[in-house]
C-alpha cells in the first residue's frame, strides 16, 4: 500500500460527507495562501477539482478559497503535524494532520491510538520514504512505464478507477506533474507523503482490525492523510 490509507465507502453518510468536507477545506484554506486564481496555482487547482468531485457547495468553496488567501476578516491558521505509530498488529503508520489548535489534535490523537502504540519521532518515519505521489488518469492507451520514465518518476502502479499513481523524488513533485500533464494525462491529486519500505501482511480478522482501528483516526476532522505500512489484501 504505498499511498495515503482511504477508508472505502467514504462517502456512504451525510456525516462521513461532511468530515471530506472539512479536509478538503483545510486543503484549499492552506493551497490559497499561494494565490486564489486556479490557472497559476496548481496545488488550489487540484484541490478545487477534487473538492468538485466531491459535490461541495459552491458557496463552501468559494469562501474557503477566500479564506485562504487573505480575503475575508475571519483568520484561520492551519499547522501541519505529523505523528508517528503502531496500528494493531505492529502496523506502522504515519498520521499527517493539519490544525489550528494542536493541543487539541495531541489530545485526540492519544485516545485514536489507545488500540494501537503511538511512537516518538523518527520511531516508524525511517520505515517510510518521504516522496512525491500523484495520482493520474491516462489520455488513452498508453504505457505508464514508457510516461514513468519519460516523466522522470520512480515507478508507477495501479491506482483506483484505471488511473496510475506514480512516485518521484520529493523534490521532483512538480516537475514530474508538470511533465504527466504535457503528456496529455489527467492529474487528480499530486502532494508530499509517505511510502513504506516494509509493508506488513495482515489478514482476515486482524486485517479488519487494523482497518477499523484506520478509519477511526480517519473519522478525526483534523487527521487529513494516514499512510500505513499495510500490504494489499
Known sequence: MGAQWKQKGRLASADAKGRVFTKLVKEITIAARNGADVDMNPRLRLAVEAAKKASMPRDTLERAIKKGAGLLDEKVVYETVVYE???????????????????????????????????????????????????????????????????????????????????????????????????????????????PKNPVAVSGAARAEVEAFLAALDDDDDVQRIYAGLSEA
Open 85 to 195: 505509530g503502531f496500528a494493531p498488529h505492529q502496523v506502522p503508520v504515519m498520521v499527517e494532520c493539519l490544525t489550528d489548535n494542536k493541543n487539541r489534535t495531541a489530545t485526540n490523537v492519544r485516545v485514536l491510538f489507545r488500540k494501537g502504540q503511538l511512537a516518538t519521532s523518527g520511531a516508524v518515519s525511517w520505515d517510510f520514504s518521504h516522496v512525491g505521489i500523484i495520482e493520474a488518469a491516462p489520455p488513452s492507451a498508453v504505457d505508464p512505464e514508457t510516461a514513468a520514465i519519460e516523466a522522470g518518476a520512480q515507478e508507477v502502479e495501479p491506482a483506483d478507477d484505471g488511473a496510475f499513481r506514480f512516485y518521484s523524488d520529493a523534490a521532483d513533485l512538480d516537475i514530474v506533474t508538470r511533465a504527466l500533464t504535457a503528456q496529455a494525462w489527467t492529474v487528480s491529486s499530486a502532494f508530499l507523503g509517505w511510502r
